[in-house]
């Protein structure tokens, strides 16, 4: 069964994904174990495929996609047991201020969701205030910023500004993100990291909850 | 039908590095050999330069007219940078380019004046603040309201070059068809204004991507499309460029075909 879900979280069919893991709750199975040995497995094995250059964008979208179907069916099932379970972190994204990129962060937001993050994507031309307001109310384990355009670049700069003058900085971790976007830009900025593309953003957010 | 060359750029390696040593040898090689490939402009974009774009941007813009008569294309989302460039590049008699405008209440009404006062032409982006434009509705819908602005502000028809904005067809099955169903739109109800396109876009995310770039190219132009912001020196391109463009009967004689035939300019 687990098998059988991971392979149609790989061939990106939402639909087949949907109806194998309510074939699995049906017969008793633990919606934990379902995620961790299925649906886990399956996004890992996607997002290691597009780095080996073997799998390619519609194919990790559509790997993204079965498994954000398949944990909607799993998620009230694991808040059921409120003591064994907890999402993998919470996370807050965005595109900033003066941006309209959407497609690339809300890859990301999709990509962080199907890896079991509580994710709270604010859009695109987000505001440095807005983004303290909702770490304030949300209190993210992270927050990503997106760039798109040299011009707005300065703008992931002041959300962290931002941040520092609101007194969470200390709270929250800075990703930062977008094609300009570079690692030494993020270390230039004080960000916590820069991540390339889907795959990398999710890691090393994995890797920050540790 | 024109082309712009695309090879100065700031985020290209080879361009970055040229920039930081100040090796003005290299940035004339690559504006020259885009002119000699067929260049009608050379764009020039230092948008990676956070610190210094409009110190930059002039250095660059000095540094190609001292050897390269081509037209320039002062390339930056940033009016202060497009300001710098074109203050630079107005000291000759050549037609100037503006990358670019777009539906943005801020950035229109910061870019218009450059526009008008230094009689360029103009790449019209088409992305307002709602956002970047999914179907050909939405192209439409900006489209419609940009032109007629411009027009309205005192900008001839045929110095405006629609940009429709290309998004990967890796993330949305339609973006290229949406494109293509805008540029006939704007084909048939603005005779006069023309349509320009980078051709990188259309094949992020996907294996072999020039194939896809070369194909779009050619299906752009069949719906339209009359200029593009491409690498000239990319052979197998420029052939097709040349080859469709007679086949679509935008080439008396085949004299353009021809012409780059003989100059060797295509494999």
């Known amino acids: 069964m687990f098998e059988e879900i991971k392979a149609a979280i790989l061939d990106g069919d939402a639909e087949k994904t949907m109806a194998l893991v309510k074939k699995a709750l049906e017969e008793g199975m633990d919606p934990l174990e379902v995620l961790n040995k299925g649906c886990i497995p399956g996004i890992e094995k996607a997002g290691a495929l597009f780095e080996a250059e073997e799998f390619f964008l519609p194919e990790l979208i559509t790997a993204g996609e079965a498994t954000k179907a398949a944990m909607e069916l799993l998620l009230p099932e694991l808040r059921k047991k409120e003591d064994a379970w907890q999402s993998a972190g919470k996370f807050v994204i965005g595109t900033v201020e003066g941006d309209m990129h959407d497609i690339g962060k809300s890859i990301v937001a999709s990509m962080l969701s199907a890896a079991g993050f509580e994710v709270f994507d604010l859009g695109i031309d987000v505001s440095a205030e807005r983004f303290v307001e909702e770490v304030k109310a949300k209190q993210p384990h992270i927050v990503g910023l997106s760039a798109l355009l040299t011009s707005t670049m300065p703008k992931q700069q002041e959300v962290i500004e931002a941040l520092k003058e609101a007194g969470l900085r200390d709270k929250v971790k800075v990703l930062v993100g977008g094609a300009p976007v570079s690692s030494e830009w993020a270390e230039k900025i004080g960000a916590d990291g820069y991540a390339e593309d889907a795959v990398a953003a999710v890691k090393l957010a994995k890797k920050i909850m540790q | ?267």
């Open chain 2, 1 to 267: 039908m024109l082309i712009v060359g695309e090879l100065i750029n700031s985020s290209r390696e080879a361009v970055r590095r040229a920039i930081e040593g100040r090796d003005s040898a290299a940035i004339q090689r690559l504006a020259l050999s885009q002119a000699a490939a067929g260049a009608d402009y050379i764009d020039i974009n230092c948008g990676t330069r956070i610190e210094d774009e409009e110190e930059t941007m002039q250095w660059l813009v000095q540094c190609i007219q001292e050897v390269c008569d081509a037209p320039l294309c002062i390339d930056s989302p940033a009016p202060g940078a497009l300001a710098a460039g074109l203050e630079a590049a107005q000291r000759r008699d050549k037609p100037l380019m503006i990358n670019s405008i777009t539906a943005e209440q801020m950035r229109y009404a910061a870019v218009l004046p450059l526009v008008r006062k230094y009689k360029a032409k103009v790449i019209a982006l088409l992305m307002d603040d709602r956002g970047m434009p999914e179907t050909a509705a939405d192209r439409i819908r900006i489209a419609d309201r940009l032109i007629g602005d411009l027009i309205a502000d005192g900008i001839a028809p045929g110095d405006i070059y629609i940009d429709p904005l290309v998004k990967p067809i890796s993330t949305g099955s339609s973006f290229g068809r949406e494109v293509l169903e805008a540029v006939r739109y704007i084909s048939e109800r603005y005779p006069e204004v023309h349509k320009i396109c980078g051709l990188s876009n259309i094949s992020f995310g996907l294996p072999n991507r020039k194939i896809l770039n070369r194909i779009f190219m050619i299906q752009a132009m069949a719906a339209g499309m009359d200029a593009y912001i491409l690498d000239p020196t990319d052979r197998a391109m420029m052939g097709l460029f040349y080859g469709s463009r007679a086949l679509l009967g935008y080439d008396p004689y085949c004299a353009g075909y021809l012409k780059a035939h003989r100059s060797g300019l295509y494999d």
